[in-house]
């Protein structure tokens, strides 16, 4: 079982930056898919950026210049990189990992969430 362990939300205003980290513990991070998540009150979860073991990412569109996923798989963690925030990325910000190979049928873990807020 992987375990993930979410840092670095808070509070910033408009036009700031902030860095979230996700720390997996467990013996097949390097091999898992990763991707942040958010999810916004009284709106639907949405894929925000996924980065594959190989290191190809994808981004929503919303977020595409502003916002950088990266990994290091030395040290087990995935970061989302936020540049230029506006108050409509505030939400509650979640980390997943995925099996490569079956994209999720194999194992699909969460973590807790972690609430960032961006002020005008």
């Known amino acids: 079982q992987v375990q993930l362990v979410e840092s670095g939300g808070g509070l910033v205003q408009a036009g700031g930056s902030l860095r979230l980290s996700c720390a997996a513990s467990g013996r097949t991070f390097s091999r898992s898919a990763m991707g942040w998540y958010r999810q916004a009150p009284g709106k639907q979860r949405e894929l925000v950026a996924r980065i594959t073991s190989v290191g190809r990412t994808n981004y929503a569109d919303s977020v595409k210049g502003r916002f950088t996923i990266y990994r290091d798989n030395t040290k087990n963690t995935v970061y989302l990189q936020m540049n230029s925030l506006k108050p409509e990325d505030t939400a509650v910000y979640y980390c997943?990992?995925?099996?490569?190979?079956?994209?999720?049928?194999?194992?699909?873990?969460w973590g807790q969430g972690t609430q960032v807020t961006v002020s005008s």
């Open positions: 997943n990992a995925k099996d490569e190979a079956t994209m999720g049928g194999l194992y699909d873990y």
